[in-house]
Each structure stands twice: as structure tokens, then as C-alpha cells.
């Protein structure tokens, strides 16, 4: 099936700094992106949507300027968490969908996700 | 908006019987609606993906239906094994975005 790949798995920083995350589709070409976020023992919370070439659609209560999002290439989306604290240690999931049609015979409205990046803010 | 909702939050139940897990709704306008398994600290992994204009998908021991109309899906897991130990978490899709259920825990004792 289609793979989407996540880039770091896993990283531990410091309060303060930024952290940027990457979401690639490796081999379908992804117009749209989504971003998720799950706290512990919590479900997964739509963040944003993010399109090849605009600027993203944030949910309600995410805060755009802190979780930046860039789409440059249609395989590939970055959320950049900055000035990371420790209540935004969780665990990021992006997900990408072909809306050009059939992808390894797959429905277009397919969500493929990846396998997640789990950040610790100390 | 769309809401989901999934009963019952936790299970146990000895190896070997069968189980159903439910999900519920709100809005019926939906492209498709997927069944997840996450492990402890893990990712997701996809188990079932329903198409909105299908009833029920099955794969080995699982089978998931879909009452678009009621807006209700279950998870059928036939057999339950100690590795079926994880949550399971119930999706709908509308439009690319997934809304999902905040999950069924399941433990199967040996």
C-alpha cells in the first residue's frame, strides 16, 4: 500500500526551542496533508490541513504562529512547533491523501497516515 | 461537526470469545470510515477501511460493518487472542480529514 513516512520519530528537547517535523508521501504525490495531534490516553485531534502551495487551514484552538506549516512539494509537509514547552509534548501524526484518483488501488479519499513523531519537551 | 463515539471504552475478556466493538456518528456525510489498532507508545495501524457506499469489509478473524444511514459501525474480532491486547480506534472520514472516537481499550487474558 502507499507509505508515508515521518521524520524524526522521536525527539526530546529542551523548553524553548523549535522542533520541525516532516510528513512525506513516498510514492504518491500528496496535494493535501493533515496533521494530528494525540495526547496521552487521548484520541487524535485534527491540528490543520495543510495544501501544496497555500498556506494551511488550522483547526479551531491551534494556535498558527506557534505550529507552522509549510507544504513546498507534493511529497512533502513540515509542522514546525516553536518555542516548544512541555504541554506540547505529544505525539504527531500526519496523514496524505491522493485526490488524483486511484493509488495502488486505493479510493482517492484514502488517508494514508504515518507512523507518528513522538515529542518530549523537558 | 462531526463526533464519534465509541462503546465501550474498555473490555476484557478471556482468549477466545468473540467481541464486538461499537462506533457511533454524528453526521452521515462521510467518504469512508476506517478501523484502527494503536499499541502502547505506537503508531496507528489500519485494520479495516469501509467505502461509504459499502456494508462491511472483512479481514482473518475481523469484520466491520457500516450503517451509514444510522450512522453506526462495529468491529467484529472473532477468536480474540492476547495479542489483540491494544486499542482500537473507530475514524470517519469527510472530505480527506478524520474525525476520530476517543477508542475501545481491549485486553484478552491468556
Known amino acids: 500500500g502507499a507509505v508515508v513516512s515521518q521524520h524524526p520519530s522521536w525527539v526530546i528537547c529542551k523548553s524553548g526551542t523549535s522542533v520541525k517535523i516532516e510528513c512525506r508521501s513516498l510514492?504518491?504525490?500528496?496535494?493535501?496533508m493533515f496533521w494530528y495531534r494525540q495526547f496521552p490516553k487521548q484520541s487524535l485531534m485534527l491540528m490543520a490541513t495543510?495544501?501544496?502551495?497555500?498556506?494551511?487551514?488550522?483547526e479551531q484552538g491551534v494556535e498558527k504562529d506557534k505550529f507552522l506549516i509549510n507544504h513546498a512539494s507534493l511529497t512533502l509537509s513540515t509542522l514546525t512547533v516553536t518555542s516548544a514547552h512541555p504541554e506540547d509534548s505529544s505525539f504527531y501524526i500526519c496523514s496524505a491523501i491522493n485526490p488524483a484518483g486511484l493509488v495502488l488501488g486505493g479510493r482517492r479519499e484514502t488517508q494514508y497516515f504515518g507512523p507518528g513523531t513522538r515529542l518530549l519537551v523537558l | 461537526k462531526q463526533e464519534v463515539t465509541q462503546i465501550p471504552a474498555a473490555l476484557s475478556v478471556p482468549e477466545g470469545e468473540n467481541l464486538v466493538l461499537n462506533c457511533s456518528f454524528t453526521?452521515?456525510?462521510?467518504?469512508?470510515l476506517q478501523w484502527f489498532r494503536q499499541d502502547p507508545g505506537k503508531g496507528l495501524t489500519s485494520l479495516l477501511l469501509i467505502q461509504s457506499s459499502q456494508r462491511e469489509q472483512t479481514s482473518g478473524r475481523l469484520n466491520a460493518s457500516l450503517d451509514k444511514s444510522s450512522g453506526r459501525s462495529t468491529l467484529y474480532i472473532a477468536a480474540s487472542q492476547p495479542g489483540d491486547s491494544a486499542t482500537y480506534l473507530c475514524a470517519v472520514s469527510e472530505a480527506g480529514k478524520s474525525t476520530f472516537g476517543d477508542g475501545t481499550t481491549l485486553t484478552v487474558k491468556p
Open positions: 495543510s495544501n501544496e502551495g497555500s498556506k494551511a487551514t488550522y
Open positions: 453526521d452521515s456525510a462521510i467518504y469512508n
Open positions: 510514492d504518491f504525490q500528496a496535494t493535501t
